[in-house]
């Protein structure tokens, strides 16, 4: 059985930063991909950002680039996503999810891509 479980979200003021933590357990052998997305209230999901789950290149939506940063802890299966000068904007609930296959560029921030779900945390920052 696999398991992807997020943490880390929380309340913080615009400018601030937090670390949301994946991690995973169960059958993770032969996975290629963990991505991040996020929706907020109204709004579809959309991408955040993803990194190969050997951990060596990552990819990140324009609107979060040069402030999040993807990180993998392969000895935990937890893969960190820093989120700096975080602004109200980004207020969402955080999914992590996986994909056991070899995703094409174009597919990478498609949520029908990844297979496996975690149950969301809430990242709410305030103006």
């Not at 609107?63 to 980004?90: C, H, I, W």
């Not at 094409?104 to 809430?122: E, F």
């Amino acid at each position: 059985q696999v398991q992807l479980v997020e943490s880390g979200g929380g309340l913080v003021q615009a400018g601030g930063s937090l670390r949301l933590s994946c991690a995973a357990s169960g059958r993770t052998f032969g996975w290629r991909h963990l991505g991040w997305f996020r929706q907020a209230p109204r709004l579809e999901r959309e991408f955040v950002g993803t990194i190969r789950w050997s951990g060596d290149s990552t990819y990140y939506a324009d609107s979060v680039k040069g402030r999040f940063t993807l990180s993998r802890d392969s000895a935990n299966n937890t893969v960190y996503l820093q989120m700096n000068s975080l602004k109200p904007e980004d207020t969402a609930v955080y999914y992590c999810a996986a994909s056991n296959r070899p995703l094409p560029s174009a597919t990478l921030t498609s949520s029908s891509s990844y297979n496996y779900w975690g149950q969301g945390t809430r990242v709410t920052v305030s103006s």
